[in-house]
């Protein structure tokens, strides 16, 4: 297949909006001091790809992906869903889309420890209201995917970091979400375990079609990016799409 028709045969796809963010201002009020996270952030993203959201210490990088996750709201502007406007729903609907919709992933894991691997795959399935034979099996299948399936019934603490990231990976998947949010998914990892994990959601991406929208700071997101958005002092610097990453990741292998 050539490079144009493999383009053309995504770009139906691609060109779907699933999160647009219509000038988004976030402003935390500190005392008498005023901090101006994001200041007027307009981004259309599309259904299928990877893109990852870089920016140093304190851009509004987490801030923009808090918005985008329905886990705070702007002060200004908007930021819809599949064109709902989140800041719009209610406690019930607000929860009925990150159950169904999105699937998350953090820095620490967010493990529950006392539960096995499989229990917390399992977890938001019976919140979506899935039966208990239903999630078992639905469960044991996504662990099998993320390769954790022989240790379904080991908990937390009985698995390393990239094991436990690995299960935290299948518990996002676990109610089929449109959008995958990772934050720092590889930020308390090795390096090989990282690149591990990066691979995976890669893979994940690939073979389900999940939108995966990653806060990172490790550059290895640079190579199986779809597109970058660089975020400085809360507005976007600038974005950059696959064909450009792979110059600038040979230009940074080559220092």
Request: aromatic residues 4%; charged residues 25%; proline residues 4%.
């Amino acid at each position: 297949m050539t490079e144009e028709t493999e383009v053309a045969k995504k770009a139906p796809e691609e060109n779907r909006t699933v999160v647009r963010t219509q000038e988004v201002k976030k402003t935390f009020v500190m005392g008498e001091l005023e901090v101006h996270a994001l200041r007027g952030v307009d981004l259309e993203i599309y259904t299928g790809e990877y893109l990852s959201i870089m920016g140093p210490s304190g851009s509004g990088k987490s801030t923009l992906f808090n918005m985008i996750g329905g886990l705070d709201k702007p002060s200004h502007g908007k930021v819809y869903i599949d064109e709902v406007d989140v800041a719009q729903l209610d406690a019930y609907e607000l929860a009925w889309l990150r159950c169904r919709k999105i699937g998350y992933i953090f820095q620490s894991f967010n493990l529950i420890p006392v539960m096995t691997a499989l229990e917390n795959v399992t977890l938001p399935m019976v919140f979506a209201g899935l039966t208990s034979d239903e999630s078992r099996d639905k469960g044991l299948d996504l662990l099998k995917k993320v390769g954790l399936g022989e240790r379904h019934s080991h908990k937390p603490p009985e698995l390393s970091g990239g094991q436990q990231q690995r299960v935290a990976v299948a518990r996002a998947l676990a109610n089929d979400p449109a959008i995958v949010l990772a934050d720092e998914p590889t930020g308390n990892l090795d390096l090989t375990t990282g690149t591990e994990i990066i691979e995976l959601l890669r893979e994940m991406n690939e073979k389900s079609g999940v939108t995966i929208i990653s806060a990172t700071h490790d550059h290895k997101m640079l190579s199986v990016s779809d597109r970058v958005v660089w975020i400085r002092d809360g507005q976007i610097e600038r974005i950059a799409d696959r064909a450009d990453l792979d110059i600038e990741v040979t230009k940074v292998a080559g220092e």
